[in-house]
């Protein structure tokens, strides 16, 4: 048994490993693409619906590599799958800079997504709760505020790599910094030391309450693939937005890094504010922001008000992501943890690609984003329906112990 005295020392080093991973790694796969949307519009004449389906690839491969993925996670553990997944997205992006026809870039973005970016995501985040059997919401928040900064700064800066190197230039470039960045942080990667039999009582007695894993997903796995839905319209979709308002792909992608900059903060808070008021209602109220704030996107025509805006937008939308994970975190026993995660997570990339190629697919039918950001808005309402749902269903469980 190894020396829990270590455990409060070295869990920080794994959540500033986290972070820095997810920047890289998930700002890359999740998002990262939308700076390349118009420059390959541009390069090839191809449509943005099918331009889209490039990051959909990507996102149906982490959704499918997930589901294998989180349950390999709760057997091998985190180390070797984040170090396997690192070395196959970085190979992925260095071979998408040789590509030039749309299949090849649907494929290389479905191996990375499937072995590459789904070996990083559900394991890490099922090792953090591991990690953290207390006070797991503030940890996970800083993590997933790492993977914000990635989704602001990716592309940022592949649009300013675009405009220096060009479309290959910038793939590859991206994929040599995945070499260099996310190898070595793989290494970093270790399990949580083995809590003695009174320390793992004392967790459970503190008031966790876990419900079956097959509850959990479902409920779980239907409100990601909504939330996904509406969170990844803006994601993939305002770039674009504000470059059909007359803007500079630059100054478009930088409202983009400065809502996302914001959403750094709002992870961390929401992750805090999970641990205060409970998992469910945290993310209960970070998806009614998101909710409220999505259409009002295409109502704006100032870069100012652009900029403003997604910053507000933004500390909402960032707690989205928190509330699911820390919400799988307290409910589900951490032997089932990771495959839990996987399971959901996958519905979550489902989402994000329903989201993405329906904003291009709309975008395309009706030359206008506003049906697009509509269908978001109805997306994050149902989401709310079925989170109240599942919440109910936990206030009866405490009930049911709290009369035994």
């Known amino acids: ?189 270790r399990p949580p030391p083995r809590l003695s039999v009174a320390a793992q009582s004392s967790h459970t007695s503190s008031g966790t309450i876990y419900l079956p894993p097959r509850t959990v997903m479902i409920f779980m796995s239907a409100a990601i693939l909504l939330c996904c839905t509406c969170m990844s319209v803006p994601l993939m979709h305002l770039v674009p937005l504000i470059q059909g308002c007359g803007f500079a792909l630059e100054q478009a992608s930088s409202v983009l890094f400065s809502m996302l900059l914001v959403a750094i903060a709002g992870r961390v808070a929401f992750g805090k504010l999970a641990d205060i008021i409970g998992a469910l209602p945290a993310y209960m109220t970070a998806t009614a922001w998101m909710t409220l704030l999505v259409f009002g996107f295409t109502q704006i025509e100032s870069l100012g008000l652009f900029y403003g805006y997604a910053m507000v937008y933004g500390f909402g939308y960032a707690g989205v992501m928190t509330g699911v994970l820390v919400s799988i975190a307290a409910l589900t026993h951490p032997s089932k943890r990771g495959t839990v995660m996987g399971v959901v997570t996958m519905f979550g990339w489902f989402g994000h690609a329903n989201g993405g190629y329906l904003g291009g697919w709309l975008y395309d039918l009706t030359a206008s984003y506003s049906e697009a950001y509509a269908f978001a808005a109805a997306s994050g309402v149902l989401n709310l329906v079925i989170v109240a749902t599942l919440y109910m269903k936990t206030r009866q469980s405490d009930g049911v112990l709290a009369s035994a």
């Open 1 to 189: 048994m190894q020396d829990t005295s270590e455990l409060p020392r070295y869990r920080w080093v794994i959540v500033s490993a986290s972070a820095l991973t997810l920047a890289l790694a998930m700002g890359a796969m999740v998002n990262g693409l939308s700076a390349f949307v118009i420059p390959l519009e541009e390069l090839h004449g191809w449509d943005r619906g099918d331009i889209s389906l490039i990051n959909v690839a990507g996102l149906l491969g982490m959704a499918f590599g997930g589901l294998f993925m989180g349950r390999a996670a709760d057997r091998f553990g985190t180390r070797p799958l984040v170090l396997t997944g690192s070395v196959v997205l970085a190979m992925c992006f260095l071979a998408t800079s040789f590509a030039n026809a749309l299949w090849h870039y649907y494929l290389l973005m479905f191996v990375a997504g499937f072995f590459g970016a789904a070996a990083i995501f559900p394991p890490i985040m099922a090792a953090l709760g591991n990690w953290f059997p207390v006070g797991a919401g503030l940890a996970i928040g800083i993590a997933s505020a790492g993977q914000a900064l990635g989704q602001g700064g990716v592309p940022y800066l592949s649009s300013l790599l675009i405009g220096w190197f060009g479309v290959s230039g910038a793939f590859a470039i991206i994929g040599l910094a995945m070499f260099a960045v996310l190898v070595p942080l793989a290494l970093i990667m």
